[in-house]
C-alpha cells in the first residue's frame, strides 16, 4: 500500500511558478512510475506529466512541454513538478498518481495508476 500526499498548490498570477510535491509513505518511491495529473470544474482528469522510476525517462502533455518539469527524489520518497509561465487556464486540481507496472506508451491513461493523492489545487489568475 501506498500513500500519496500533494503539497504546493495556491494562488499565483499568470506568469508566476509554483513547485508541486507528491510525498509518499509505505512502499518507496523508487518502486513505481510516477505521474500528475489534473481536473478542472465541468472537465475529465488530463494527463499532465510522467516520469520513469529512476527518473531517466519522462514525457508532459503538449499543453505543458516546455513549461512544466517532473522530476523525482527516490532518496526523499517525493516527486515534483515544477511548473513555470503559468497561465488561467492551468487551473485545476493537480493530482499526483504512482503506477506499479511497466513505464510504457500507456503513461498517459489515468486507470494505468494504482494509487493517487487527494490532490491540491492550483489557481491561476489573469
Known amino acids: 500500500q501506498v500513500q500519496l500526499v500533494e503539497s504546493g498548490g495556491g494562488l499565483v498570477q499568470a506568469g508566476g511558478s509554483l513547485r508541486l510535491s507528491c510525498a509518499t509513505s509505505g512502499r518507496t518511491l523508487s518502486s513505481y512510475a510516477m505521474g500528475w495529473f489534473r481536473q478542472a470544474p465541468g472537465k475529465e482528469r488530463e494527463f499532465v506529466a510522467a516520469?520513469?522510476?529512476?527518473?531517466?525517462?519522462?514525457n508532459y502533455a503538449d499543453s505543458v512541454k516546455g513549461r512544466f518539469t517532473i522530476s523525482r527524489d527516490n532518496t526523499k520518497n517525493t516527486a515534483y513538478l515544477q511548473m513555470n509561465s503559468l497561465k488561467p487556464e492551468d487551473t485545476a486540481i493537480y493530482y499526483c498518481?504512482?503506477?506499479?507496472?511497466?513505464?510504457?506508451?500507456?503513461?498517459?491513461?489515468?486507470?494505468?495508476?494504482?494509487?493517487w493523492g487527494q490532490g491540491t489545487q492550483v489557481t491561476v489568475s489573469s
Open positions: 498518481a504512482a503506477k506499479s507496472t511497466a513505464f510504457d506508451n500507456k503513461y498517459y491513461i489515468p486507470r494505468e495508476y494504482d494509487y
Open positions: 516520469i520513469s522510476r529512476s527518473g531517466g525517462s519522462t
